[in-house]
């Protein structure tokens, strides 16, 4: 059962447009969600996360929606730079658990 | 920012063969420490979680005996397949967490493993 979704495989965006990564989960309990960057033969590196008393957090070109009605967050990257061409992550978690991570979204930015 | 180191990088060894995957937390201590596998183009899955002084915890479906996880210290983990066969062959990623935040993981770099 896979809790947390991320149900675009790939996604490409021309450099300087905004990049937005969805992600979706089921389960209600969840209380702190966190993207992930990852480029190939790596290990993942946290980008910026956000806990379900908010529903939005910014930090420089990144920010994180948390719609908790809908179960759904989403990454805005603007502008977006070759550099951010990787694979992004969603995870979730409460309390003290361990984190269950989506499937992933390879970004391509277009130079 | 926290580190987390990861030795060797990358490992080829014959079908048969034990393995040993090294986890370090550089410049932190590590109360827990979770192991990761990731096969291509599919998600981070889940292994094990090991403190510090105690048992591993082991996801259902992973087999304890194969994948023997070691947490001696606040700074170190290991991982042994024990037995490794060609199905082994996998990235696994070691992460880290202090006691000052459970949901931040730190990552490390992984560790390619070919099993021939």
């Known amino acids: 059962d896979q809790q947390v979704k991320q149900n675009s495989p790939s996604l490409s965006v021309q450099e300087g447009r905004i990049s937005i990564l969805n992600c979706d989960y089921t389960?209600?309990?969840?209380?702190?969600f966190l993207w992930y960057k990852k480029y190939p033969a790596e290990g993942p590196t946290f980008l910026i996360s956000?806990?379900?008393?908010?529903d939005k957090n910014e930090d420089g070109r990144f920010t994180v929606f948390l719609n908790k009605s809908a179960k759904h967050l989403s990454l805005h990257i603007v502008p977006s730079q070759p550099g951010d061409s990787a694979v992004y992550f969603c995870?979730?978690?409460?309390?003290?658990?361990?984190?269950?991570f989506g499937t992933g979204t390879r970004l391509t930015i277009i130079p | 920012g926290a580190v987390v180191s990861q030795h060797p990088s990358w490992v080829i060894c014959k079908s048969g063969t034990s393995v040993k995957i090294e986890c370090r937390s550089l410049?932190?201590?590590?109360?827990?420490m979770f192991w990761y596998r990731q096969f291509p183009k599919q998600s981070l899955m889940l292994m094990a979680t090991s403190n510090e002084g105690s048992k591993a915890t082991y996801e259902q479906g992973v087999e304890k005996d194969k994948f023997l996880i070691n947490h001696a210290s606040l700074t170190l983990s290991t991982l042994t397949v024990t037995s490794a066969h060609p199905e082994d062959s996998s990235f696994y990623i070691c992460?880290?967490?202090?006691?000052?935040?459970?949901?931040?993981?730190?990552f490390g770099p992984g560790t390619r493993l070919t099993v021939l």
């Open positions: 992460s880290a967490c202090g006691l000052w935040s459970y949901n931040e993981q730190f």
């Open positions: 410049d932190f201590q590590a109360t827990t």
């Open positions: 389960n209600s309990m969840f209380d702190y």
């Open positions: 956000i806990s379900s008393i908010k």
């Open positions: 995870a979730a978690n409460f309390g003290n658990e361990k984190l269950t």
